[in-house]
């Protein structure tokens, strides 16, 4: 099983606990966590168990690491059949629409008589479209609607895959090549090379002069499901999942205008080959072909076809810079790549800090706590080589609390933050929950004990663009608050982004020295890679954290930097690329 197949599995059986009578909900919040944890891994969880590494997943404790040790030997858990038994199978296919809990799934499976988990949303689609639904007690007009517009969600969902998760696969797959020594040059291509944030397929690129070797060795990669086709120069393998790799293998003479073609964007090599053809040149994955054939000194003419072992002679031969392929999209980066005016891209290496990391100090969030130590998060940042970090934890909620508690819960963690020995810097910021009406889920009296605050959208997604920017305006008004954390509050493949106006947001950010946040977190990514190019454009300053929830997660960094280069920008637009004298200057004013 898969990750995501697992993550699954592990919802349903949190979701049959919530509507077990007097079941602990701390146990159903645990299996939740951990179906969390293994979604976002960046290993797949049965490769830790054969590594014997599964416990130390964070999130998945030893009774659910027991459950699927015997899922990995078994392909079943006992256990978890014995507490699906009571609920009908369409109840778990129905949670996978937008806005539909256990307990409405439950009735709506019952009202209905939906019992098959096979085309039951189908037919959940076509009793709200019959009105059914409306009559059902609880429901009304209303909830039809909203279950008819959550199914639409779903079906219209894209079936790529996540970055981070198509990474990952590319990344034991290259791993796998690169045992052999015919191996010269390996690459990703199309989307996941220029690392956007959704992948289909995944495409791999070899330069060797063995390609039957290659292929056969290809053919032999373990976690495969089947082998797909097999030829000379190029092979195919379907993973679980049924996720399809591509290979292609060409000799390294000619492996740069293979890799320019493949790594694309269409857009991108549409207008690259108009822009050749004025040069009369005509360029395809073999190299470039003169129109006419040039003459060459001493008579003759050259090679039909002039071949290329690296990108970098590829572009220079047509006259242009080097073009990373984040920028290979089909905007301007072809006139700015003939000008000699690409941008110097922002690095990995660049990063100093990360300012949205959530610990166990537990603050009685309104959301998801971390599950990570002080200690543990310092011993990952140190690693990383950055020179601070900030804690951003949930708000305590605002429903469970007094304003008095939520003093002293936030004291706490000042103090703790303050008694704390540690050879990396710790700032101590919350993030902060914007209300629909635009109030920060936080009394004001509480800013003042902490270093700096994020706010962002955790509900009431569907204002309009008028009063959803409003709102965020309201809630950024604050000295202490100092950037909007994962702006567009999207999931992808799951939700779209709010309805914001971008322009009034950038001016507000200019005039009161806000930022926007790039969240690395794998299905958030957001901003996304199009506005945080016209956000920088505007002269907006960007910060790029993870939102991580445990010490493994400051990792996904990699992802929130690629999102960065797509949106051209350089190491001067991010502001936690600052060494630390200069991030306390912006975040305490000077201290």
């Given at each position: 099983?898969?990750?995501?197949?697992?993550?699954?599995?592990?919802?349903?059986?949190?979701?049959?606990?919530?509507?077990?009578?007097?079941?602990?909900?701390?146990?159903?919040?645990?299996?939740?966590?951990?179906?969390?944890?293994?979604?976002?891994?960046?290993?797949?969880?049965?490769?830790?168990?054969?590594?014997?590494?599964?416990?130390?997943?964070?999130?998945?404790?030893?009774?659910?690491?027991?459950?699927?040790?015997?899922?990995?030997?078994?392909?079943?858990?006992?256990?978890?059949?014995?507490?699906?038994?009571?609920?009908?199978?369409?109840?778990?296919?129905?949670?996978?629409?937008?806005?539909?809990?256990?307990?409405?799934?439950?009735?709506?499976?019952?009202?209905?008589?939906?019992?098959?988990?096979?085309?039951?949303?189908?037919?959940?689609?076509?009793?709200?479209?019959?009105?059914?639904?409306?009559?059902?007690?609880?429901?009304?007009?209303?909830?039809?609607?909203?279950?008819?517009?959550?199914?639409?969600?779903?079906?219209?969902?894209?079936?790529?895959?996540?970055?981070?998760?198509?990474?990952?696969?590319?990344?034991?797959?290259?791993?796998?090549?690169?045992?052999?020594?015919?191996?010269?040059?390996?690459?990703?291509?199309?989307?996941?090379?220029?690392?956007?944030?959704?992948?289909?397929?995944?495409?791999?690129?070899?330069?060797?002069?063995?390609?039957?070797?290659?292929?056969?060795?290809?053919?032999?990669?373990?976690?495969?499901?089947?082998?797909?086709?097999?030829?000379?120069?190029?092979?195919?393998?379907?993973?679980?999942?049924?996720?399809?790799?591509?290979?292609?293998?060409?000799?390294?003479?000619?492996?740069?205008?293979?890799?320019?073609?493949?790594?694309?964007?269409?857009?991108?090599?549409?207008?690259?080959?108009?822009?050749?053809?004025?040069?009369?040149?005509?360029?395809?994955?073999?190299?470039?072909?003169?129109?006419?054939?040039?003459?060459?000194?001493?008579?003759?003419?050259?090679?039909?076809?002039?071949?290329?072992?690296?990108?970098?002679?590829?572009?220079?031969?047509?006259?242009?810079?080097?073009?990373?392929?984040?920028?290979?999209?089909?905007?301007?980066?072809?006139?700015?790549?003939?000008?000699?005016?690409?941008?110097?891209?922002?690095?990995?290496?660049?990063?100093?800090?990360?300012?949205?990391?959530?610990?166990?100090?537990?603050?009685?969030?309104?959301?998801?706590?971390?599950?990570?130590?002080?200690?543990?998060?310092?011993?990952?940042?140190?690693?990383?080589?950055?020179?601070?970090?900030?804690?951003?934890?949930?708000?305590?909620?605002?429903?469970?609390?007094?304003?008095?508690?939520?003093?002293?819960?936030?004291?706490?963690?000042?103090?703790?933050?303050?008694?704390?020995?540690?050879?990396?810097?710790?700032?101590?910021?919350?993030?902060?929950?914007?209300?629909?009406?635009?109030?920060?889920?936080?009394?004001?009296?509480?800013?003042d004990m902490l270093d700096y605050a994020?706010?962002?959208?955790?509900?009431?997604?569907?204002l309009n663009r008028k009063a959803m920017?409003?709102?965020?305006?309201?809630?950024?008004?604050?000295?202490?608050?100092?950037?909007?954390?994962?702006?567009?509050?999207?999931?992808?493949?799951?939700?779209?982004?709010?309805?914001?106006?971008?322009?009034?947001?950038?001016?507000?950010?200019?005039?009161?020295?806000?930022?926007?946040?790039?969240?690395?977190?794998?299905?958030?990514?957001?901003?996304?890679?199009?506005?945080?190019?016209?956000?920088?454009?505007?002269?907006?300053?960007?910060?790029?954290?993870?939102?991580?929830?445990?010490?493994?997660?400051?990792?996904?960094?990699?992802?929130?930097?690629?999102?960065?280069?797509?949106?051209?920008?350089?190491?001067?637009?991010?502001?936690?690329?600052?060494?630390?004298?200069?991030?306390?200057?912006?975040?305490?004013?000077?201290?």
């Open positions: 099983m898969t990750n995501l197949e697992i993550a699954k599995l592990l919802r349903s059986v949190a979701a049959a606990l919530e509507l077990s009578s007097g079941d602990n909900r701390f146990r159903i919040i645990a299996y939740d966590r951990a179906a969390d944890a293994i979604e976002h891994a960046s290993s797949e969880a049965k490769d830790l168990w054969d590594d014997g590494e599964l416990k130390n997943l964070p999130g998945v404790g030893e009774a659910i690491s027991s459950h699927l040790d015997e899922l990995f030997r078994t392909g079943k858990v006992r256990h978890f059949t014995s507490i699906f038994k009571f609920f009908p199978p369409a109840l778990f296919e129905l949670l996978e629409v937008p806005g539909i809990g256990p307990k409405n799934a439950y009735k709506l499976c019952n009202a209905l008589g939906i019992t098959s988990g096979h085309s039951a949303i189908s037919k959940l689609k076509k009793a709200a479209t019959n009105g059914q639904i409306a009559k059902i007690e609880g429901f009304g007009e209303d909830s039809q609607a909203k279950i008819l517009l959550g199914i639409t969600e779903f079906q219209g969902r894209s079936k790529r895959q996540l970055l981070p998760a198509a990474q990952m696969i590319s990344d034991s797959i290259i791993d796998w090549l690169k045992k052999l020594p015919q191996v010269k040059q390996i690459n990703t291509l199309g989307s996941l090379r220029r690392q956007a944030s959704t992948v289909g397929d995944i495409d791999i690129s070899v330069a060797s002069d063995h390609a039957k070797i290659v292929i056969d060795h290809f053919t032999t990669y373990p976690k495969k499901r089947r082998v797909l086709e097999a030829g000379e120069h190029t092979a195919s393998l379907i993973l679980p999942n049924d996720i399809q790799v591509d290979l292609m293998v060409q000799p390294p003479e000619s492996y740069g205008s293979l890799l320019q073609h493949f790594t694309g964007s269409k857009h991108h090599n549409i207008l690259l080959r108009e822009y050749a053809l004025k040069k009369g040149l005509s360029l395809s994955e073999y190299g470039i072909t003169p129109r006419p054939p040039l003459k060459l000194r001493g008579g003759g003419r050259s090679p039909r076809v002039i071949c290329f072992d690296s990108e970098e002679k590829f572009y220079n031969f047509l006259g242009l810079d080097w073009l990373p392929p984040e920028l290979r999209e089909g905007k301007d980066e072809i006139k700015f790549a003939q000008l000699h005016q690409l941008p110097k891209l922002v690095e990995l290496s660049d990063i100093k800090g990360d300012l949205q990391i959530h610990s166990s100090i537990d603050v009685e969030p309104s959301h998801d706590l971390g599950t990570s130590s002080l200690s543990e998060l310092s011993t990952k940042c140190i690693e990383l080589g950055y020179e601070y970090f900030g804690l951003t934890e949930h708000n305590p909620s605002f429903s469970r609390h007094t304003v008095k508690q939520v003093e002293e819960l936030i004291k706490k963690k000042t103090e703790i933050i303050r008694n704390f020995q540690s050879k990396i810097h710790i700032f101590n910021g919350l993030e902060i929950d914007i209300q629909p009406d635009g109030r920060r889920a936080l009394p004001d009296s509480c800013l994020c706010v962002s959208i955790h509900s009431s997604f569907r920017t409003d709102r965020v305006l309201a809630a950024l008004d604050h000295p202490k608050v100092k950037f909007f954390a994962h702006p567009t509050g999207r999931l992808l493949n799951e939700r779209e982004g709010v309805e914001l106006d971008w322009d009034r947001i950038f001016d507000f950010c200019l005039k009161n020295n806000k930022w926007l946040e790039i969240d690395a977190w794998p299905n958030r990514l957001d901003l996304p890679d199009v506005i945080a190019h016209e956000a920088v454009k505007a002269g907006v300053k960007i910060v790029i954290d993870t939102d991580s929830h445990d010490a493994a997660h400051l990792e996904y960094m990699r992802y929130g930097v690629s999102v960065a280069r797509r949106a051209w920008c350089t190491k001067s637009d991010i502001l936690n690329t600052l060494p630390l004298l200069e991030m306390k200057k912006l975040l305490l004013g000077g201290e």
